[in-house]
């Protein structure tokens, strides 16, 4: 069992920076094997992937709409995979969730992720 807590979401204005935080518990995790992924979900659309690191944090991938704001990067030390968000925009508004990925489909998939976090609001306005 594995068990996920974001944080570090919050109110911006555009152009602002926020930092998000994926605690992860339970299960021990291997190196590369397993692989961490950050979703959003805004108002009245569905859930879609903003990028992911593998657990070892030699590969990272980002969706087209985040590349060059946004970084993923995992923390040795605190034992969490972090989203640094820069260049905020309105449209970034959602809430962020990380996921396990449990399977071997694809990495923006949501169906390839099994276990999920609560979720953590970011709002950023014009």
């Known amino acids: 069992q594995v068990q996920l807590v974001e944080s570090g979401g919050g109110s911006v204005q555009a152009g602002g920076s926020l930092r998000l935080s994926c605690a992860k518990s339970?299960?021990?995790?291997?190196?590369?094997?397993?692989?961490m992924g950050w979703f959003r979900q805004a108002p009245g659309k569905e859930r879609e992937f903003v990028g992911g690191?593998?657990?070892?944090?030699?590969?990272?991938a980002y969706a087209d709409s985040v590349k060059g704001r946004f970084t993923i990067f995992k923390d040795n030390i605190q034992n969490t995979v972090n989203l640094q968000m820069n260049g905020l925009k309105p449209e970034d508004t959602a809430v962020y969730y990380c996921?396990?990925?449990?399977?071997?489909?694809?990495?923006?998939?949501?169906?390839?992720?099994?276990?999920w976090g609560q979720g953590t609001q970011v709002t950023v306005s014009s």
């Open positions: 996921a396990v990925k449990t399977s071997v489909g694809v990495i923006s998939s949501i169906s390839s992720y099994g276990s």
């Open positions: 339970g299960r021990t995790f291997v190196s590369n094997y397993h692989y």
């Open positions: 690191i593998s657990w070892g944090g030699g590969t990272t």
